[in-house]
Nanobody, 127 residues
Framework: QVQLVESGGGLVQAGGSLRLSCAAS????????MAWFRQAPGKEREFVAA????????YVAESVKGRFVIDRDNAKNTVYLQMNSLKPEDTAVYFC????????????????????WGQGTQVTVSS
């Protein structure tokens, strides 16, 4: 079992930055692909970014490319999402997700590809 706890959400003005963290339990964290998803009110949960187990590969959604960066520290069992140049449309609950596959494949960009989820952290961007 893997437990995920997100933190770092909050209220920020458009153009500002936030850094989300997701702390994971379990000794096999370094073998898991990690990802961030988000869900805005009335919308489906959507993929934001993913990172392979070895940190060698990352992928971010087109909607956040150039503004968001995903990273991880396997020694700290933590994955991060650095969000810059935030826009009101980035407002959502952000979820951390993990799966027991080390590499990125097509399922790494889908909600169904993940076994474990955090409770989410709210990010609100004001205009």
């Amino acid at each position: 079992q893997v437990q995920l706890v997100e933190s770092g959400g909050g209220l920020v003005q458009a153009g500002g930055s936030l850094r989300l963290s997701c702390a994971a339990s379990g000794r096999t964290f370094s073998g898991y692909t990690m990802a961030w998803f988000r869900q805005a009110p009335g919308k489906e949960r959507e993929f934001v970014a993913a990172i392979s187990a070895s940190v060698s590969k990352t992928y971010v959604a087109e909607s956040v490319k150039g503004r968001f960066v995903i990273d991880r520290d396997n020694a700290k069992n933590t994955v991060y999402l650095q969000m810059n140049s935030l826009k009101p449309e980035d407002t959502a609950v952000y979820f951390c997700a993990a799966r027991s596959v080390a590499w990125l494949d097509t399922r790494a960009y889908t909600r169904g590809g993940y076994n474990y989820w955090g409770q989410g952290t709210q990010v609100t961007v004001s205009s």
